[in-house]
């Protein structure tokens, strides 16, 4: 009677193995199929977050280049209009030029008697 006891404990404890088995392959197959349904909703999304991103990131580079170029053009046209100042009035231009040295020295002279003080 103990043997056939025993026969019958481990079948129960067989039983119930198999069950909780199916019952983590069906958990664990239901959570494969979730995470599959998430990741294919994801995709698209991820998708165009990336292409937005590249937009902003392309107009922003045409935003610098466009800027840069404005820039380049503005110091070119300062630069010609400086040459021709020196050209028309080139005794004015020397003038102006050493009130402009003067006064830069003047103001490197107080700003190293301000830092010895």
């Known amino acids: 009677m103990a043997i056939h006891t025993g026969d019958q404990i481990a079948s129960v404890f067989d039983g119930a193995a ?3 088995q199916h019952t983590v392959d069906g ?12 990741r294919s ?11 937005q991103a590249g937009a902003a990131a392309r ?18 046209r300062a630069s010609d209009s400086t040459v021709a100042y020196v050209k028309d009035e080139p005794v004015k231009a020397v003038l102006l030029a050493a009130a402009t040295g003067a006064l830069l020295m003047g103001l490197v002279s107080l700003m190293r008697r301000s830092r010895q003080s």
């Open 18 to 20: 198999k069950t909780a």
């Open 41 to 51: 909703q994801a995709a698209p999304m991820i998708d165009s977050l990336s292409a």
């Open 59 to 76: 107009r922003g580079i045409d935003a610098v280049r466009d800027t840069s170029q404005q820039l380049r053009a503005r110091a070119v």
């Open 27 to 38: 958990a664990l197959d239901s959570l494969s199929s979730k995470v599959d349904d998430i």
